[in-house]
């Protein structure tokens, strides 16, 4: 078995900073990718950034220069730093990963439950 836990979010106001950090735990060989996603009212999901185990980054341009994604290997994690929050930015954020499992040998994707962001104006 295998889960993501995001244990971050919260409401914050416009230009303020949140961290948001998720961990990968269970039986786990090794992990591909990692990203974070985001949901807002009404919309459809979008891939916010994403890093590969080697650590090549994708971000979608509405965040670059303020998001960062990091991530660390030997602990299974990945995080998400976000400053200079907008109210656009308001959404819930799903942690990603797409992990090769032990016990299966099989590569899943995998979903956190995903965790409220809201940036007040």
């Known amino acids: 078995q295998v889960q993501l836990v995001e244990p971050g979010g919260g409401l914050v106001q416009a230009g303020g900073s949140l961290r948001l950090p998720c961990a990968a735990s269970g039986s786990i060989l090794s992990i591909n990718d990692m990203g974070w996603y985001r949901q807002a009212p009404g919309k459809q999901r979008e891939m916010v950034a994403s890093i590969t185990n080697g650590g090549t980054i994708n971000s979608i341009d509405a965040v670059k220069g303020r998001f960062t994604i990091s991530r660390d290997n030997a602990k299974n994690t990945v995080d998400l730093q976000m400053n200079s929050l907008r109210p656009e930015d308001t959404a819930v954020y799903y942690c990603?990963?797409?992990?090769?499992?032990?016990?299966?040998?099989?590569?899943?994707?995998?979903w956190g439950q995903g965790t409220q962001v809201t940036v007040s104006s």
């Open positions: 990603n990963a797409n992990i090769l499992r032990k016990d299966t040998w099989g590569t899943y994707n995998y």
